[in-house]
């Protein structure tokens, strides 16, 4: 064979090399890239609309708003603190009260619910709300309830709000003046945020 054959041999593979590393460079920066592009994780609303789908609804007026809870839950309401001077008796919408939410099973009287809302009306709380750091020892942040802006404090309750040492969470916000709070333990945590995918205010 003639050099002048090798040479053309040797073009050919040359050629060959470098389109082969052309094509495998261009795949490795390019191609790659976008098909090992990282997917989305979100949990999807539809689902938590549809575990809540058959709760029950507690509504009230007095403050409009209503949420949903477990369908073998009970709330129940009560009012916490002393009377103001010159009030006699407690009255839904000018009182602060506490909704209890727990399994039906709970005597509520003899043990403290593990998520409840508590409402206080204008004069009782400022607004918009702060965050009650001598209660909780733990981090803070910002998140939206009943499309309403709210500030969050979780992880372990002082001395200051016994039980000392229990890992809980507390939600703070304000409409139309008055005062939200909602409180849930670590372990009731997940029922706890789908009821409060469901709270709304009424209109």
Do not use: H
Request: charged content about 25%.
């Amino acid at each position: 064979m003639t050099n002048q054959a090798f040479s053309k041999i040797w073009i050919i593979v040359i050629a060959l090399v470098i389109l082969t590393g052309g094509i495998l460079t261009w795949q490795y920066w390019w191609v790659s890239k976008e098909e090992v592009k990282p997917p989305e994780i979100k949990v999807p609303e539809e689902v938590i609309e549809e575990e809540t789908a058959n709760w029950k609804t507690y509504r009230n007026e007095e403050y409009g708003f209503e949420i949903k809870y477990p369908t073998d839950w009970k709330v129940d309401s009560s009012f916490p603190g002393r009377l103001r001077p010159g009030q006699e008796d407690f009255q839904p919408g000018i009182s602060p009260q506490v909704f209890s939410f727990a399994p039906k099973e709970i005597d509520l009287t003899e043990e403290a619910s593990e998520i409840s809302i508590y409402v206080a009306p204008p004069g009782y709380f400022t607004c918009p709300p702060g965050i009650p750091i001598d209660c909780i020892s733990g981090q803070s942040g910002e998140i939206i309830v009943g499309e309403i802006k709210a500030m969050f404090l979780e992880g372990k309750s002082t001395k200051y709000c016994p039980p000392e040492g229990r890992e809980v969470k507390e939600i703070y916000l304000c409409k139309s003046n008055n005062y939200f709070r909602f409180y849930t333990t670590k372990q009731k945590e997940e029922i706890f945020n789908q009821m409060l995918s469901t709270f709304r205010f009424l209109e």
